[in-house]
């Protein structure tokens, strides 16, 4: 924006020192040709300066309205976050409450979760500093318990009331 300030004051100062050549040719009895000339460079000038003005004008307009759009955005996913947080917070006391229906141990509930989370055996057992074999035979009392044939089936059972037909 201030370039393009920059730049019409620039095309506009041109312009008046321009005319004030155009002035001083005409009483030195310059050849008409030359007059015509820098006149049609004032001539170009000003038109590049008032395209320029318009354009900035338009493009000022533009950002004012973008920023107004931005604003808008920026307070629906402020109060879209706030309801997913809350959104996540009850789906997480649901997990729980369905895991301790299932009556899962401490140590399987939080195999469950990170198996719901997507991760693998192996780093299920990473992050729990256990050893993948016990993480694998923990999955199976989780799936047994559940009455799942396996993670895809567990995570499926906490997603189908999510998606409607």
Known sequence: MRKDVFIIILL????????????????????????AQEAMLVVLTIAASIFLGYDLIRSSRQVKALKSKLKKADKEINHMSAQMRAARQDYSLTIAAQFESWQFTKSEQQVALLLLKGLSFKEIAEVR?????????????IYSKAQVDGRHTLCAWFMEDFIQE
């Open 129 to 141: 500093l256990t050893k993948e074999k016990t993480v694998r035979q923990q999955a199976s009392t």
């Open 12 to 35: 506009l100062l041109i312009t008046l020192f321009k005319l004030f050549d155009i002035f001083a040719d005409l009483q030195l009895n310059i050849p008409a040709w030359h007059i």
